[in-house]
């Protein structure tokens, strides 16, 4: 069965801090997706990055990075010189298979202040 | 591309009444929608997958009859919480996918308060 790990509840940072969200991921299959979304206070999840399990490139978009490593099963998401709007609840989620049933984190609340 | 709305944006029912949320994909045919409940500061819990033209398919805990999903065209699929009661107050999200193999679209989600 999948599962997704999100071991930190909530991280707080200082602005212009660099933050980490870790995610650890379990999957038998060798064909999967892994996603990042925001949730910010409105409720409206924001797509950030999918990666399928056949790419373990590393990725940069501005100020957001992910660290996909398979031989830990873990795609780590950072964010370089963290704003005040970036606060929000962040969470990595697993589709199996190629299909697109999606199994989320419990998810990590990020709060930066100024 | 690949717009999902939903409506109403929040709701206010009285206990016992039904309401109905509407989740529209606006710019692309949606064979298969997702209908999930997210609770204050937990996870989103997936209730059903709706296949355009078939019956709903429910997560192991939610009950069909009190949340009543239709897929009745590749672009509307509605959810009924029928009977609401406070505990269902919650946010609806749902999700709209070209298929099974096709990445999910989110929309905004529907704020429910059942007073």
């Known amino acids: 069965a999948q599962k997704v790990t999100q071991a930190q509840t909530e991280i707080s940072v200082v602005e212009k801090e660099d933050v980490t969200l870790d995610c650890v991921y379990e999957?038998?299959?060798?064909?999967?997706?892994l996603f990042w979304y925001k949730q910010p206070p409105s409720g409206e999840l924001v797509f950030l990055i999918r990666?399928?399990?056949?790419?373990?490139q590393n990725e940069i978009s501005g100020r957001y990075s992910w660290n996909f490593q398979k031989s830990t099963s873990s795609f780590n998401f950072t964010i370089t010189a963290s704003q005040v709007v970036d606060s929000a609840v962040y969470f990595c989620?697993?589709?199996?298979?190629?299909?697109?049933?999606?199994?989320f984190g419990k998810g990590t609340m990020l709060l930066v202040s100024p | 591309g690949a717009v999902v709305s939903q409506h109403p944006s929040w709701v206010i029912c009285k206990s016992g009444t039904s309401v109905k949320i509407e989740c529209r994909s606006l710019?692309?045919?949606?064979?298969?929608m997702f209908w999930y409940r997210q609770f204050p500061k937990q996870s989103l819990m997936l209730m059903a997958t709706?296949?355009?033209?078939?019956?709903?398919?429910?997560e192991q805990g939610v009950e069909k009859d009190k949340f009543l999903i239709n897929h009745a065209s590749l672009t509307l699929s509605t959810l009924t919480v029928t009977s609401a009661h406070p505990e269902d107050s919650s946010f609806y999200i749902c999700?709209?996918?070209?298929?099974?193999?096709?990445?999910?679209?989110f929309g905004p989600g529907t704020r429910l308060t059942v007073t």
């Open positions: 999700s709209a996918s070209q298929g099974e193999h096709y990445e999910q679209y």
């Open positions: 999957t038998r299959d060798t064909t999967y997706y």
């Open positions: 990666r399928n399990s056949f790419d373990e």
């Open positions: 989620a697993l589709s199996e298979g190629g299909y697109s049933t999606l199994t």
């Open positions: 710019d692309f045919q949606a064979t298969t």
């Open positions: 709706s296949n355009e033209g078939s019956k709903a398919t429910y």
